[in-house]
Antibody
Framework: EVQLVESGGGLVKPGGSLRLSCAAS????????MSWVRQAPGKGLEWVGR??????????DYAAPVKGRFTISRDDSKNTLYLQMNSLKTEDTAVYYC?????????????????WGQGTMVTVSS | QSVLTQPPSASGTPGQRVTISCSGS????????VNWYQQLPGTAPKLLIY???QRPSGVPDRFSGSKSGTSASLAISGLQSEDEADYYC???????????FGTGTKVTVL
């Protein structure tokens, strides 16, 4: 069974830092492009950023609101994705999901997110 | 503020057909494929449609997607009570160099 499990969420003060982890199982993690998506309470979905597979360059892309503050990394030896969040703001309060694309009939769709974790809550408040 | 605009709500009675629109621009829908997600209350989103009009395995054929120019649509035919959820369109945006979700549409089954 393919599974993504996030951890590391919690309460942090504005200006603080937090690192989220996403443990993957049941998929070839090293080949996967991984993304983080967040959802503020009562609001819609917001893409945070992604990291490509190392074979595709391992590069990262970020949404404007988090660029320069958040860093996505991966450890393929541990099948784990990370989201390092610095200089946190109250508007970063959200459920954070890790997700990845799908492979259908031999074609990989990196932006068709069909595997999602259960999410981890991050609350930024004084 | 999302660059993909959806109506905030849509509704229908059981068995009816409901259509949700998603309006974008040349840098996203106009040049990229569109995906649709369903999110039931308190759960993670689920991929409903990928590549404009393709259904992943297990998604009922009551759900269909289409795209024309800088707009896309999701249709739910034969509406059922379990379809009551939030629906989001999404696409890559070349100008933003990022993935963008629509504003979301809450579907209510009357």
């Amino acid at each position: 069974e393919v599974q993504l499990v996030e951890s590391g969420g919690g309460l942090v003060k504005p200006g603080g830092s937090l690192r989220l982890s996403c443990a993957a199982s049941g998929l070839t993690f090293s080949n996967a492009w991984m993304s983080w998506v967040r959802q503020a309470p009562g609001k819609g979905l917001e893409w945070v950023g992604r990291i490509k597979s190392k074979t595709d360059g391992g590069t990262t892309d970020y949404a404007a609101p988090v660029k320069g503050r958040f860093t996505i990394s991966r450890d393929d030896s541990k099948n784990t994705l990370y989201l390092q969040m610095n200089s946190l703001k109250t508007e970063d309060t959200a459920v954070y999901y890790c997700t990845t694309g799908c492979r259908i009939s031999g074609t990989y769709y990196p932006n068709a997110f069909d595997i999602w974790g259960q999410g981890t809550m991050v609350t930024v408040s004084s | 503020q999302s660059v993909l605009t959806q109506p905030p709500s849509a509704s229908g009675t059981p068995g009816q057909r409901v259509t949700i629109s998603c309006s974008g621009s040349s840098s996203n829908i106009g040049s990229k494929t569109v995906n649709w997600y369903q999110q039931l209350p308190g759960t993670a989103p689920k991929l409903l449609i990928y590549s404009n009009n393709q259904r992943p395995s297990g998604v009922p054929d009551r759900f269909s997607g289409s795209k024309s120019g800088t707009s896309a649509s999701l249709a739910i035919s034969g509406l059922q009570s379990e379809d009551e959820a939030d629906y989001y369109c999404a696409a890559w945006d070349d100008s933003l160099n990022g993935y963008v979700f629509g504003t979301g549409t809450k579907v209510t089954v009357l």
